[in-house]
């Protein structure tokens, strides 16, 4: 098992142990997967608890749908999406080990989370997207998600264009790792995600899962976010969103085996079990 580990605040993760899953949690009202079904707190603060329960190691709560098409949301309206779930979550949470991240690419809804209880920041731009989340994020400890898009969500799926995708995706880490240490934060610190689905067609997306194993940079953990996306019903020839299901399950028994260490789901207990099993075959061997 890849022996990288992760400092999110005051701990240190293994994944020598095992990897992790984080469950999703969309505090919008144009998600592709749940279409608003968790925009209301209490609907956002019940369904985080079911995935704790579960079984989830950490749980990511966003206010801003990054699907293809999307649009920009304000900062204002963003905070008044995501905090009050962070603040009941983290007064609500069973078990005090679990994370909480916030998925955001704003400085002020990132610094406002943090301040609230959050655990980790997860940045869909790789920390480019506002000049003020490298400043911000230096003068914590929080751990954090750096994931590859090319384009902006509104735009990223209109003929993206690579020359070598899986070479760009890594070139990508190292740029992004050398700017993070030159603000000051420390390499620990630093989760890798390829973007799956994020400026890329099935055939990148493809690709980028085949080659999972030489995707890491500096021993960093890698981060796979595939559940429910539309590349799977490429694949099968069938759009609907129950039809993704377990097919990501499959794919979170194929990327731990092949060396991820986080799976970012939708349904946290068929995923848990899948990497709970490929684990355990892969320790026998």
Not at 70 to 88: C, F, M, N, T, Y
């Amino acid at each position: 098992m890849n022996a990288a580990v992760w400092k999110v605040g005051g701990r240190t993760l293994d994944f020598s142990r095992g990897g992790l899953v984080m469950g999703i949690v969309n505090a919008t009202p144009d998600s592709f997967s749940d279409g608003g079904r968790f925009l209301l707190p209490v609907n956002a603060l019940e369904h985080a608890l079911g995935l704790e329960a579960e079984g989830a190691d950490i749980i990511d709560i966003g206010g801003e749908s990054t699907r293809p098409g999307s649009l920009p949301v304000e900062a204002d309206e963003e905070l008044v999406r995501v905090i009050p779930v962070v603040e009941a979550f983290v007064r609500h949470r069973r078990r005090p080990s679990t994370l909480l991240s916030v998925d955001t690419s704003k400085a002020r809804v990132a610094e406002a989370a943090l301040k609230a209880g959050t655990d980790i920041v997860n940045d869909v731009t790789g920390l480019r997207g506002d000049p003020d989340m490298l400043r911000v994020l230096a003068g914590t400890r929080c751990g954090i998600v750096l994931m590859h898009m090319r384009g902006e969500p509104r735009t990223m799926q209109q003929a993206p264009v690579y020359h070598d995708i899986v070479g760009e995706v890594r070139q990508f880490f190292e740029e992004r790792l050398a700017t993070c240490l030159e603000a000051g934060i420390a390499p620990e610190r630093l989760c890798f995600d390829p973007g799956i689905g994020f400026g890329k067609t099935l055939e990148h997306n493809l690709a980028l899962l085949r080659a999972l194993g030489s995707l890491r940079v500096a021993d960093r953990p890698i981060l796979l976010g595939v559940s429910r996306k539309s590349f799977i019903g490429a694949v099968l020839g069938d759009p609907s969103m129950e039809a993704r299901e377990w097919p990501t399950v499959a794919l979170t028994a194929y990327a731990r085996q092949h060396g991820v260490d986080i799976v970012r789901v939708h349904d946290v207990r068929p995923n848990r079990e899948a990497l709970r099993m490929t684990e355990a075959i892969l320790a026998a061997r």
